[in-house]
T-cell receptor, first 114, second 110 residues
Framework: EPEVTQTPSHQVTQMGQEVILRCVPI?????FYWYRQILGQKVEFLVS????????KSEIFDDQFSVERPDGSNFTLKIRSTKLEDSAMYFC????????????FGPGTRLTVL | GQSLEQPSEVTAVEGAIVQINCTYQTSGFYGLSWYQQHDGGAPTFLSY??LDGLEETGRFSSFLSRSDSYGYLLLQELQMKDSASYFCAVAGGDNYQLIWGAGTKLIIKP
């Protein structure tokens, strides 16, 4: 069964450093999303991506963040100048044509900023 | 602002039925989704309601009343593996970005 994959599973970085979180969505999916979940809290929407451009972004997704689909399979989230409060689980999700309502989530990347 | 309210914790007995309620107040509404998340795991899609009424998928059912801004997830014949957190989430725009509730931790006792 096709699945969304994410790498790395755990990323530890120093405050002020840049990190890139990687995702491979399901191959025939068209809509891509990044969410984050601070430990013990609810999931928060960051950004949606369709047709090679950002389609929607939340207030959290400021200039510190950027997304890219560098090739036909990868979808990346870059966080510049990381802060302690960026520590969270970051989930990538994708949904297929005609089924935007059913989002498939990757296993997540746990980001720890020290 | 946008908000979704659901109980923080529900306890039930194995084999029983449990209902998890969700009320929402969002600027946009395309539908109400439910996701299951086990500790340390990723959210898994359970159901989606765009129209009023009941949707049934096996042991799980989901209900929506748009006029009341209310929905619920009904879990029947509870099994120990159903112990997890359950999130309601509103698809708030035509890109179906999800606005999430805080989650309900379902504790199942034998």
């Amino acid at each position: 069964e096709p699945e969304v994959t994410q790498t790395p599973s755990h990323q530890v970085t120093q405050m002020g450093q840049e990190v890139i979180l990687r995702c491979v969505p399901i191959s025939n999916h068209l809509y891509f999303y990044w969410y984050r979940q601070i430990l013990g809290q609810k999931v928060e929407f960051l950004v949606s991506f369709y047709n090679n451009e950002i389609s929607e972004k939340s207030e959290i997704f400021d200039d510190q963040f950027s997304v890219e689909r560098p090739d036909g399979s990868n979808f990346t989230l870059k966080i510049r100048s990381t802060k302690l409060e960026d520590s969270a689980m970051y989930f990538c999700a994708s949904s297929g044509p005609g089924r935007k309502n059913e989002q498939f989530f990757g296993p997540g990347t746990r980001l720890t900023v020290l | 602002g946008q908000s979704l309210e659901q109980p923080s914790e529900v306890t039930a007995v194995e084999g029983a039925i449990v209902q998890i309620n969700c009320t929402y107040q969002t600027s946009g509404f395309y539908g109400l989704s439910w996701y299951q998340q086990h500790d340390g795991g990723a959210p898994t899609f359970l159901s989606y309601n765009a129209l009023d009424g009941l949707e049934e998928t096996g042991r799980f059912s989901s209900f929506l009343s748009r006029s009341d801004s209310y929905g619920y997830l009904l879990l029947q014949e509870l099994q120990m593996k159903d112990s997890a957190s359950y999130f309601c989430a509103v698809a708030g725009g035509d890109n179906y970005q999800l606005i999430w509730g805080a989650g309900t931790k379902l504790i199942i006792k034998p």
